[in-house]
Each structure stands twice: as structure tokens, then as C-alpha cells.
């Protein structure tokens, strides 16, 4: 009896586990006929016109690399700045008060995020600056860094967390300043969490959808500006599936999630041998 | 109560004892013949693989990462010596093992459902006694730890409610249920006050002549108090196994303890 | 020069944490502000008749109605689909599975957390494609499809949840079970499931805020904006979420414009619960769990 509870527990696991993979296999069957028929380097061009039978993804490619670092150059030095302020450099009363604000950040939803940006950061950004509809990379970084902020920070603190209280009272009997503290000391030991945050940041980062859709302006353009109407990846997906083309850009369609699912498995097998190593290292201390 | 047990007679012979976790050796080499002359407590500094022993006599350091080891150990259960660490033993399965050789932890560890729940949860689980029986039993070993007048009107309520001795009694009563021969305690009374330790002694001392028990101490006035035989431990060794003679007198025992740390 | 540099992170670090408090507060008193005064019977029915609408005997227009119910039933469902299988996963890999063989597992249900809502719902749209090409050429797009597609979307929470609600349980407490002789499986189910109870409970309450607020899995497998009531397992349904995105980029009348904020407001409130509780649940398992030491 208790042998076959563990069985069924057991192909529960291996069924969760294999998902992934036929996920991978159906991408990839459907982007298989690119290759047989050469299309291949089409797909690589500049220009996204379907009805003259150009496919070419690189505006996308380009747009979701440019949202992604963008965002994470904003959010990074944010989430540092409220990781500091929490560990010492605020006043201690605060510091449950925004982390609990940062929790619950994670609640707020995306499309909610991206709704608040049309009405509110758009026009803002339209009457300001005399470059076109406000609709925009610059928006789009800025909505996307504060959805991925408190990825940073709460993986940033998750660490600190562990090294700071052990260092406290050492550091402080030596009379060390609390920012030479955290600055010198905390930081550089929790080197690892502040590479998984920004290795996570960017992977969140570029598998979002909805803010990209809603404030970016989906034009199929190489970015030469902040002002630029740009289109991601992810909205690129979104965009034909609801338009409905014909079958054969489809395929391209699978293409785009290919290199999406690749880009972010590659993210989370960088992020995993990080952890493994960090374990290992702590676990020889 | 029962007049079934031989005193003086060997009920544990271990030969070449070794286990290590990770690579890291715990235990080295220990040869050791217990006979059945009182509780026997172990104590030695921290680290110096006590409670490590203590899990080896019901095999739970199997379930500690990284664990290996060998040797041999035998137990004298119903019938005759049995080598208990033959993993592949079909005459012994561990449950059954760990069923007969009971054990108590440091913190009280109740599981979250009521007074009556905790034992006659692995009653039922274990023994597969009806219910009639089961209540009974239950009786049985609340007024054998001397829990019942405490309980009796609550038993429905939650374990997490009773006072940490408390806690530990029922524990106690727990494991008595499953009628064990052998009873292991890994510092039954570190998370109690004086009082509550100084009741659960009591207690060890009015059980010694149903259960052979063996208890990792840290407080040597209280091995002193309740130990027929005192085993010291040092280093994944045993140093000294002293008779009720050699420690009784406290200045000896403090000079021979000198010596050894 | 060293002293300008530690005053300039010291500055930045208050500058960062008033200026995202900022950004937070102006979203909500915003969302607040423009959406409250639209919440009434209007928003949620239209013109119809409430008591009839709720029962489905007539057709609701340009309200949140039909959008609540396709919620509720694609949340109800996907978290049908899910937990079973999810906290199976969870036990299974805390408690049962071989040491090499759980890397290998983990690994991949690490790559499924990781993958993009958008790239799981075009998997539900490619298994569409694959039906209508092989067995079933009338498939479509439907509320059991996206049902199915979020329920991957939130396994991984679920099986990490529970498998980390099972792990944080101290050492002694999982020796009681072995101690007195319960096999592996009595332990599971006997004493460790009952105290690991809230923290799984809590995976599962965040995992339905997730669903709740996922629009790019829904959008390519069968949410549209004006289908009703769901009709049924393989209709068409609307969506809280997706009435947002759709109303942000379509509305045409200043009535639609409100009545999107006060949808926006209505998800807000209801993520915002389904978190609360999660870490209301989360919070109290720590605090008892440090309170027995």
C-alpha cells in the first residue's frame, strides 16, 4: 500500500519535471520547418513586414535586450540603495515597515502596473519632452524597473540578512562606521546574492509581457533613441497570435518563444550553478 | 514489575563501532560490553559523539546526510542477541527495531494534535491494537509517568498547551506505549527547569527496574544521582565505563574527570 | 574624497527607498482616487438587473460581471489541476527522492519557474496547432486550455512552497516518526504533513494570487473581451486582467475609461488579499515555529 503512495508521488515529480521538456520539444517542432526551408537567416533581418513576406525578428531581439538592461540599470542601484537603507543606513523602525511594502509590491499586478503607466508616466513623458506619443523605451524601463525591484531587493536582503547580524557586533567593537561596515565589508561577502539578483532581475526582466505591450508602442524598430517606440519579444508573440496572420508566420512566432525560453533557461542554469557554488562554500567554512 | 531481566547479564555487546558523516569520523572504533545493572548515562564534552552512540543503538543515524558506517552491534531484545546493524537483516526490520529500542530528545517534541492523539496515534499506527485496547493502553502509561491526574479531563485539547515537563512526560508516555525494552534519552531534561528535571529523574529512577535505559547527560549531578553505571565519553571514544562505587564518592569522580578533559 | 563617496551611498540609499515609497504610494492613491468613486452596481452589472445577472438569466454588457466569473472559474480550475500534482511533486521531492535523482528534478522545475508567462501560453497555442493538425481538426482555444496553461505556470510555486515547508521543519522533529518505528511514508503523512500544514497552505493561497493576475498565458489561449458568461469548459471567457490590458488600448468613451479603473481597482483588492493572507499564514507558521525553539 505505502509502496504505491510513494509511486504515485513519484510520477507526480517526473511528470513536473518532464513538462519542461516537451515544452522545449513542441518550440522547437514547430520551428524546425524555418530550417528545412532556409528561411532561416530571413528570420534574422530587420525588417518585420508580413505582408511582403519579410519576417525578420532582430528589431524585436534588439528591443527586448535594450527593455531588459535598461530596466535592470535602473532597478539595480535602486534595490542596492533600499538594501543599505534597511541594513543600517535608515533608522531601524523603518526598515520592517519597507520591507513589508517591498513584499507586498510582489502582490500588486502586472497589468495593474502597466494601466498606472499608460495614465500616468505616458503622458507625462508625451508632455515633456517633445519626441512623440510618450509611448517608449524610457516608459517601458521605467514602469518594467519598478515590477522587477523587489526580485533585487529581496534576494539582496535574503543574503544580507545571513551576514550582517554575524558581523554586527565584531565590526562594531572595532569601531568600524556602519557604512564602512556594509560598503567594505557586508557587500563583498555577499557577493553571490548580488550576482543572482541581477542575473535574476534580467531574466524577469526580459520574459515580462505587459508592460512591454502596453507602454513600449510595439513599433518593429531598431531602438536609436530613449524616445524610440520599441517591441519585445514577448509582445511580439502577444501581438500576431491576436491578429491572427497567416500560418506561415507562425513560425516565426515559435522562433521568437525559442529564443525567449532559451534566454531564460540559460538565465536560471547560470543562477543554479551560483547557488551550488555558493552552498559548497559555505558548507567548507 | 516484571521479573523477567537478569541483572548483571550482558544485553549489549558492540565491536568495532565506527561512523563517520561527510568523511568526518564521529565514532572510532568502540568495543564495549553493556551489562543490565541500572541506568546507564554518558557524559563527556560537547561534540564528543554521545548522542551520535545514542542513534546508533536504533539506527536513526541513517537518516543524517553523509552518514556511514561499521561494526557491528548487538542488542539483547525478546529471544535472543540480535545483530542490529545487518541492514539486510529480515529477521529485524528497522521500525521494529526502533519500535522496541525507544526514544526520547532533548526538546519536548509533542506532535501538533491533542493530548490523547499523540499516543494513540503510533498505537494505532505501529501495534495495530483495536481500540478498547488502545484506550487502555493509554491509561496505562499517562499514570506510568504520572501525567494522568494532570490530563485526564483534557485529553482533546492540543499537546501544545501542557507546561515543557509536561511535554516531556508525554513524550515519555508516547514511547512507553509502544512497550519498548530499551529506552534511550538524548538529555531528557537540557530544556527544563530544576523542578521539572528533578520530577523527570524520579521518574527514571522508578522506571529503571522495567526499562534498561541509557540517557546522555549534561549535568553531572544528576548522572551521579540516577546512574548505576556512568559511561564517559571522549573524542568518539569511550574513556572510562565507571561502576555505582567509582562515582559515589564525588571528590573521586571529579579528580578522575580532571584527569580525562 | 572617501568621505564624499560615503555620503553620496548614504544619500542615495534614502533617495532610493523615499523614492520608491513615492512611486508605490502615488500608484495606489491614484488607483484609489480614480477607481473608488466608479465601484457600485453599475460597475460590476451595467444595466441589467443584479439578482438575474448573478444567476446568468440575462446577458450583462460592458460591466465586470462576466469577467469575475471567468476568473474565479479559471483560477478554481487551474488550482484544481495544479495542487494534486504540485504538492505531490513537493513531498515527494523533500522526503523521498534519491540524492542525484532530486538534482536532476529540481533542475527541471527550476527552467519551468523560470520560463515566461507568455512563452507557456504559446505552448498551450502550439498544442492547439498540434491537435487540429493530427486528431482533432474543429480544437480551439478554450477556458480549460488556459485553465491547463496556468496550472504549469504555477506548479513550480507550489512544488517549491511545499517542498521548503517540509525541509524547514527542524531535525528533531522529523526523527519522532523513524523514533517510534513509523515508516517513511506514516512519518510524511502523520507528523510531518501537519506541521508543514500552513506553510503549504500559504503556497497555495500565493499561487492563486499568481493566476489570478496573469494576463500574457490567457491572451493567446482563449480569453476575449466580450464572450459572457463562460459557456462551458471549451468556450471562450473573460478575465479580470485581461479587461484592463483590453480597455487601456480600446476604451472609446469616457464610461469605459472608468469603468477599467475601477477593474483595475476590484484585481488590485483581490491579489492583494490572496498576498496578505499568504503572508499572514507565512508569518504565523515562523512565529511558532520559533516560540518551540
Not at chain 2, 560537547?46 to 537518516?63: A, D, I, P, Q, V
Amino acid at each position: 500500500m505505502s509502496k504505491y503512495v510513494e509511486t504515485l508521488l513519484k510520477y507526480a515529480t517526473v511528470f513536473s519535471a518532464l513538462i519542461v521538456l516537451v515544452l522545449f520539444g513542441f518550440l522547437t517542432y514547430f520551428t524546425l520547418p524555418l530550417f528545412a526551408e532556409g528561411q532561416i537567416t530571413e528570420l534574422f533581418s530587420l525588417h518585420w513586414r508580413p505582408f511582403h513576406g519579410e519576417f525578420g525578428i532582430l528589431p524585436m531581439i534588439a528591443g527586448t535586450l535594450a527593455l531588459a538592461i535598461s530596466a535592470l540599470l535602473i532597478a539595480y542601484p535602486l534595490g542596492l540603495g533600499i538594501c543599505l537603507f534597511v541594513h543600517g543606513l535608515g533608522p531601524r523602525w523603518l526598515a520592517r515597515p519597507i520591507l513589508l511594502l517591498i513584499h507586498g509590491m510582489t502582490g500588486i499586478p502586472t497589468v495593474v502596473y502597466g494601466f498606472v503607466a499608460v495614465f500616468l508616466l505616458v503622458p507625462l513623458l508625451r508632455n515633456n519632452f517633445s519626441h512623440g506619443s510618450g509611448f517608449s523605451l524610457l516608459a517601458a524601463s521605467l514602469t518594467l524597473s519598478i515590477l522587477i525591484l523587489p526580485t533585487i531587493v529581496l534576494l539582496i536582503n535574503s543574503q544580507l540578512e545571513q551576514i550582517v547580524p554575524k558581523l554586527r557586533l565584531t565590526t562594531t567593537a572595532l569601531g568600524i562606521s556602519r557604512i564602512h561596515e556594509l560598503t567594505r565589508i557586508s557587500l563583498p561577502a555577499a557577493s553571490y546574492g548580488l550576482l543572482a539578483a541581477a542575473i535574476l532581475g534580467f531574466g524577469r526582466a526580459v520574459g515580462d509581457t505587459l508592460i512591454a505591450l502596453m507602454v513600449a508602442g510595439n513599433a518593429a524598430q531598431i531602438p536609436g533613441s530613449a524616445f524610440d517606440s520599441i517591441r519585445t519579444l514577448t509582445a511580439h508573440i502577444a501581438l500576431v497570435v491576436a491578429t491572427d496572420s497567416q500560418s506561415t508566420t507562425y513560425h516565426s512566432l515559435f522562433a521568437c518563444g525559442l529564443i525567449l525560453f532559451l534566454t531564460t533557461a540559460s538565465v536560471n542554469l547560470l543562477l543554479h550553478r551560483i547557488k551550488h557554488r555558493a552552498c559548497r562554500e559555505t558548507n567548507y567554512e | 514489575m516484571e521479573p523477567t531481566r537478569m541483572k548483571h547479564q550482558p544485553f549489549c555487546i558492540i565491536k568495532n563501532l565506527q561512523v563517520s558523516f561527510h568523511g568526518r569520523t564521529v565514532l572510532q572504533k568502540i568495543n564495549l560490553t553493556l551489562s543490565d545493572s541500572g541506568i546507564i548515562v554518558l557524559v563527556g564534552p560537547s561534540g564528543s559523539g554521545k548522542t551520535t552512540f545514542l542513534r546508533s543503538l536504533n539506527r536513526l543515524n541513517e537518516h543524517y546526510p553523509g552518514y556511514s558506517g561499521s561494526g557491528k552491534i548487538e542488542l539483547k531484545l525478546p529471544g535472543s542477541m540480535q545483530d542490529i546493524q545487518d541492514i539486510h537483516s529480515t529477521d529485524l526490520e528497522v521500525t521494529e527495531l526502533r519500535r522496541q529500542v525507544g526514544m526520547v530528545f532533548q526538546t519536548p517534541n509533542v506532535l501538533p494534535v491533542s493530548i490523547a492523539q499523540n499516543i494513540n496515534l503510533p498505537l494505532k499506527l505501529v501495534t495495530g491494537l483495536d481500540k478498547v485496547e488502545r484506550e487502555a493502553r493509554l491509561i496505562e502509561v499517562l499514570q506510568e509517568v504520572h501525567l494522568w491526574d494532570e490530563v485526564k479531563d483534557r485529553l482533546k485539547e492540543s499537546s501544545s498547551r501542557l507546561s515543557g515537563g509536561q511535554q516531556q512526560r508525554l513524550c515519555l508516555a508516547r514511547v512507553l506505549a509502544l512497550k519498548p525494552k530499551v529506552l534511550l534519552l538524548d538529555e531528557p531534561t537540557a530544556s527544563l527547569d530544576f523542578k521539572a528535571s528533578h520530577r523527570i529523574e524520579d521518574l527514571l529512577i522508578e522506571l529503571q527496574d522495567r526499562y534498561q535505559i541509557i540517557a546522555v547527560s549534561h549535568s553531572l549531578r544528576q548522572a551521579r544521582r540516577i546512574a548505576g553505571q556512568i559511561l564517559v565519553m571522549k573524542e568518539g571514544q569511550i574513556e572510562h565505563l565507571l561502576k555505582k562505587e567509582q562515582f559515589e564518592d564525588l571528590e573521586m569522580l571529579q579528580k578522575l574527570l580532571d584527569e580525562i578533559f | 574624497m572617501n568621505r564624499l563617496l560615503n555620503f553620496g551611498v548614504y544619500c542615495w540609499s534614502w533617495i532610493a527607498t523615499l523614492g520608491v515609497f513615492l512611486v508605490v504610494g502615488l500608484l495606489l492613491s491614484y488607483l484609489l482616487a480614480q477607481g473608488l468613486p466608479t465601484i457600485g452596481k453599475e460597475l460590476f452589472f451595467g444595466d441589467a438587473p443584479a439578482w438575474e445577472a448573478i444567476f446568468g438569466q440575462v446577458r450583462v454588457w460592458d460591466a465586470l460581471w462576466p469577467a469575475c466569473v471567468g476568473t474565479l472559474f479559471l483560477v478554481l480550475l487551474a488550482t484544481l489541476l495544479a495542487v494534486p500534482i504540485g504538492i505531490s511533486s513537493g513531498i515527494y521531492l523533500a522526503c523521498f527522492a534519491p540524492k542525484s535523482f532530486k538534482r536532476v528534478l529540481s533542475l527541471l522545475v527550476e527552467l519551468l519557474a523560470g520560463t515566461p508567462s507568455i512563452v507557456m501560453g504559446l505552448f498551450g497555442f502550439a498544442f492547439i496547432l498540434f491537435l487540429r493538425n493530427t486528431f482533432f481538426p474543429d480544437a480551439n482555444t478554450s477556458l480549460l486550455l488556459a485553465a491547463a496553461c496556468l496550472a504549469l505556470l504555477i506548479l513550480p510555486y507550489l512544488i517549491f512552497t511545499t517542498q521548503a515547508a517540509l525541509e524547514s521543519l527542524s531535525d528533531e522533529y522529523r526523527l519522532i516518526g523513524p523514533s517510534l518505528g513509523f515508516s517513511q511514508i506514516q512519518t510524511v503523512f502523520h507528523v510531518l504533513l501537519p506541521a508543514a500544514g500552513r506553510g503549504i497552505l500559504s503556497g497555495v493561497v500565493l499561487s492563486i494570487g499568481r493566476a489570478a493576475e496573469d494576463t500574457a498565458v490567457i491572451m493567446l489561449t482563449g480569453v476575449i473581451a466580450n464572450a459572457g458568461l463562460p459557456q462551458g469548459l471549451f468556450g471562450k471567457f473573460e478575465a479580470l486582467p485581461f479587461r484592463i490590458f483590453y480597455l487601456a488600448a480600446e476604451y472609446q468613451t469616457p464610461a469605459e475609461l472608468d469603468s477599467a479603473y475601477g477593474t483595475a481597482l476590484v484585481l488590485l483588492c483581490l491579489t492583494g488579499m490572496l498576498y496578505g493572507s499568504a503572508l499572514a499564514l507565512h508569518k504565523t507558521l515562523e512565529l511558532r515555529w520559533n516560540q518551540h525553539g
